[in-house]
């Protein structure tokens, strides 16, 4: 069994920042992609980036220039620097990992979700 682990969620003022980290555990043969999904009251969850193995990163536009995403794959961790947060960032932020077993076949996990707030 896999767990991903989320902390670093709070409340922040707007032009504030906050660093989220993630640690999975448990039965891990390797991690392909990890990242981060957000999602806001009434709507739907939604990427906010995303890293893959070799460091390739995608982001999300209204997030570009101002979150950064890393990751160790020693020890099996995705982080999420959050600089210049507006009061639209606020939400519900999930970790995210697609996992491969040792057939190769890919298995997506998900964090129970860490709360950020950002006020005006």
């Known amino acids: 069994q896999v767990q991903l682990v989320e902390s670093g969620g709070g409340l922040v003022q707007a032009g504030g920042s906050l660093r989220l980290s993630c640690a999975a555990s448990?039965?891990?043969?390797?991690?392909?992609?990890m990242g981060w999904y957000r999602q806001a009251p009434g709507k739907q969850r939604e990427l906010v980036a995303m890293?893959?193995?070799?460091?390739?990163?995608n982001y999300a536009d209204f997030v570009k220039g101002r979150f950064t995403i890393s990751r160790d794959n020693a020890k099996n961790t995705v982080d999420l620097q959050m600089n210049s947060l507006k009061p639209e960032d606020t939400g519900a932020y999930y970790c995210?990992?697609?996992?491969?077993?040792?057939?190769?076949?890919?298995?997506?996990?998900w964090g129970q979700g860490t709360q950020v707030t950002v006020s005006s």
């Open positions: 890293i893959a193995r070799d460091a390739t990163t």
């Open positions: 995210n990992a697609v996992l491969l077993d040792p057939r190769f076949l890919p298995q997506t996990y």
């Open positions: 448990g039965s891990i043969f390797s991690i392909n992609d």
